[in-house]
Each structure stands twice: as structure tokens, then as C-alpha cells.
């Protein structure tokens, strides 16, 4: 796969509701990582730092 070109035109995008989005612009490294701990165990609804809109 290294090298090649990854196609994405036929990828379904699916956003949580509600989403989560980040409080300040300081820590966003840590919202990241947490974030995508979350999405790693399916479990986006117990989202520890987040402001849900």
C-alpha cells in the first residue's frame, strides 16, 4: 500500500450526535488522542472533555 494512492470517493462519513467539539484552543492534542481512544472502544458517548453542541 505504501505509495499508492488511497482512494476515498466510495468512504461513508458518519458524524456522531451530538458531536463533540473541543472548549479551547489550547489542548487540542489531548482532545485528539482522547477522542479517538473513544472512537477505538466505540464509546463516544462517555466523552470526558468535550462540550456537546
Do not use: V
Not at 6 to 33: K, V
Not at 34 to 52: I, N, S, V
Amino acid at each position: 500500500m505504501k505509495g499508492r494512492d488511497l482512494d476515498t470517493a466510495n468512504w461513508c462519513l458518519h458524524y456522531p450526535d451530538p458531536f463533540p467539539q473541543q472548549e479551547s484552543g489550547d489542548d487540542c492534542a489531548i482532545f485528539t488522542c482522547k477522542y479517538m481512544e473513544c472512537l477505538a472502544h466505540r464509546d463516544t458517548q462517555g466523552f470526558p472533555f468535550t462540550q456537546y453542541t
